[in-house]
């Protein structure tokens, strides 16, 4: 028996406001607002489907150095520029880790500095 990733927490100032980007960014709905947390997967599916869900929980500290964990996505209906663009227009922002400008990913932010790459491969 293994196990498998059902749900990433991420620790947030403003839970509601990085559902609703992360929302937009997956295609995901809220699955659940509880306490301050909020909730988000897949349409229809829910908890416990394939993908896992984020969960986005208050936290009053602030983030003490660099992550070391972030997410990768990749464009399902569009190639990587035009999905850049879009994550740009809907409030991403570029983030320098000290690329070279030959990777085949763009480093970008979140509202609350989170990185993710957003990868060349359309899935």
Known sequence: MAC??????????????LAAF???VLGF???????????IGPPGTGFGGLQPTLVFVPV???TRGKLRLH??????DRDQEAELERLLKIGAVRADVGQTGEEGW?????????EFCLLRRRL
């Open 106 to 114: 763009h480093v970008l932010a979140d509202p609350e500095g989170n």
């Open 22 to 24: 992360w929302c937009e």
């Open 29 to 39: 709905e809220v699955i659940t607002r509880q306490d301050g947390y909020v909730e």
């Open 71 to 76: 997410i990768d996505v990749n464009p399902t």
């Open 4 to 17: 498998r990733i059902s749900e990433l927490v991420v620790d947030s100032h403003d839970p509601e406001l």
């Open 60 to 62: 009053s500290e602030p």
